[in-house]
T-cell receptor, first 116, second 111 residues
Framework: DGGITQSPKYLFRKEGQNVTLSCEQNLNHDAMYWYRQDPGQGLRLIYYSQIVNDFQKGDIAEGYSVSREKKESFPLTVTSAQKNPTAFYLC???????????????FGDGTRLSIL | AQSVAQPEDQVNVAEGNPLTVKCTYSVSGNPYLFWYVQYPNRGLQFLLKYITGDNLVKGSYGFEAEFNKSQTSFHLKKPSALVSDSALYFCAVTVGGKLIFGQGTELSVKP
């Protein structure tokens, strides 16, 4: 079945540590996205990518980094500069960048990150 | 600023009764509008979308939504609620190639 796989499901970060969240899709989608979800705040866009080797900052990119070396993969690194990383992180993809295409985004089941 | 608002943090409905989850938006131009549902510790699932055309849009699991341009609203509706509809619902609008989400509405359907 086609879909988006996020791993791990739960992740713990120590002070001063960088951690990387994995996101893989087999939907042959061009566009991929990372969101952060906090209770009562909806989803906020961290980074997005329209195509391989290209990515753009979203609304809350500080303290995060991404890469897009393969169409299928869009890993997110939460750096030590992100002082409040505890949240639920969601990866999504769409056939094209939302707006350029009107297809919905498909979401993975998320990674819950906590500070030790 | 372009935004999406869901004025109710929580909606409580008895099983079998109709339900409405409200959404209003503030964007320039003609928006693409979406509803998603999220079950605990899961990702979002697409329910329905409005792009153009008929103002009443039908989606998955018996849900529908009514687009009202003059009121800039896109309310989600279902004629008869099920206990299994209990979840977190998000309205979203496309702006400049990106989705902007409302803060979510927790729907609770009691037997």
């Amino acid at each position: 079945d086609g879909g988006i796989t996020q791993s791990p499901k739960y992740l713990f970060r120590k002070e001063g540590q960088n951690v990387t969240l994995s996101c893989e899709q087999n939907l042959n989608h061009d566009a991929m996205y990372w969101y952060r979800q906090d209770p009562g705040q909806g989803l906020r866009l961290i980074y997005y990518s329209q195509i391989v080797n290209d990515f753009q900052k979203g609304d809350i990119a500080e303290g995060y980094s991404v890469s897009r070396e393969k169409k299928e993969s869009f890993p997110l690194t939460v750096t030590s500069a992100q002082k409040n990383p505890t949240a639920f992180y969601l990866c999504a993809s769409s056939y094209r960048l939302q707006g350029a295409g009107n297809q919905p985004q498909h979401f993975g089941d998320g990674t819950r990150l906590s500070i030790l | 600023a372009q935004s999406v608002a869901q004025p109710e943090d929580q909606v409580n409905v008895a099983e079998g009764n109709p339900l409405t989850v409200k959404c209003t938006y503030s964007v320039s131009g003609n928006p693409y509008l979406f509803w998603y549902v999220q079950y605990p510790n899961r990702g979002l699932q697409f329910l329905l979308k409005y792009i153009t055309g008929d103002n009443l849009v039908k989606g998955s699991y018996g849900f529908e939504a009514e687009f009202n341009k003059s009121q800039t609203s896109f309310h989600l509706k279902k004629p008869s609620a099920l206990v299994s509809d209990s979840a977190l619902y998000f309205c979203a609008v496309t702006v400049g190639g990106k989705l902007i989400f409302g803060q979510g509405t927790e729907l609770s359907v009691k037997p």
